[in-house]
């Protein structure tokens, strides 16, 4: 299984000029006192997973320019870099910028469109809209607090185990009828 190397980050949040954050182990664990930036992380990988902004804790992407969130945006455009290994330790680049209220993906340094980015990370196992990367700060909760079928709803988009809906009834009735 592929996994997450390192992210490149460049006047995202609470970090100013670029900084790298790794390289990651298979699992990590990060600590911090409070304020100190433990979500952030989460955020600039959800933010380069194509995560909207109202995910990410602000109203506009221009928030999470470092500085933005006391009015003072330290430049007009953030980046961060998410380095993907897979199984043979070829890596991929995955690279969000802010540009103005919206943003640029790029693959490798190449410009792709979000629909293009978003279907090379549901290659490698993402699915933004499913949210299943990330489990946020308080949504631990929030799952638990579902009703059941929400929560199917919610595995099932994010096992893709939906599309094997169809096929499972058809063989479990063939099975029946046996
Ligand atoms: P907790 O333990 O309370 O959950 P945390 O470690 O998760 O805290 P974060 O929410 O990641 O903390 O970070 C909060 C910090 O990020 C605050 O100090 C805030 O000032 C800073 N911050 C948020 N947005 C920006 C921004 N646009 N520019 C600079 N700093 C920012
Ligand atoms: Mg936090």
Not at 4 to 23: C, H, T
Not at 137 to 147: T, Y
Not at 154 to 160: A, L, R, V
Request: glycine fraction near 8%; charged fraction near 30%.
């Amino acid at each position: 299984m592929g996994y997450l190397k390192q992210i490149d980050i460049e006047n995202f949040k609470s970090w100013r000029g670029k900084k790298v954050i790794g390289p990651f182990m298979r699992f990590n664990c990060i600590i911090g006192t409070n304020g100190s930036g433990k979500s952030n992380v989460m955020d600039a990988i959800s933010f380069a997973m194509g995560e909207r902004a109202t995910c990410l804790r602000v109203k506009h992407l221009r928030e999470l320019i470092h500085g933005a969130h006391i009015g003072r945006p330290v430049t007009d455009t953030a980046r961060v870099s998410m380095r993907y290994c897979d199984e043979e330790d070829k890596e991929t680049v995955f690279c969000r910028s802010i540009v103005g209220d919206s943003s640029e993906y790029r693959i490798n340094g190449v410009h792709v469109s979000l629909a293009k980015y978003l279907e090379a990370l549901e290659k490698i196992g993402i699915v933004t809209k499913a949210r299943n990367c990330l489990v946020f700060q308080g949504a631990v909760e929030s799952i638990a607090l579902k009703d059941p079928k929400e929560r199917t709803k919610m595995f099932e988009c994010i096992s893709h185990s939906k599309e094997y809906a169809a096929e499972y009834e058809q063989k479990k009735e063939a099975l029946m009828k046996a």
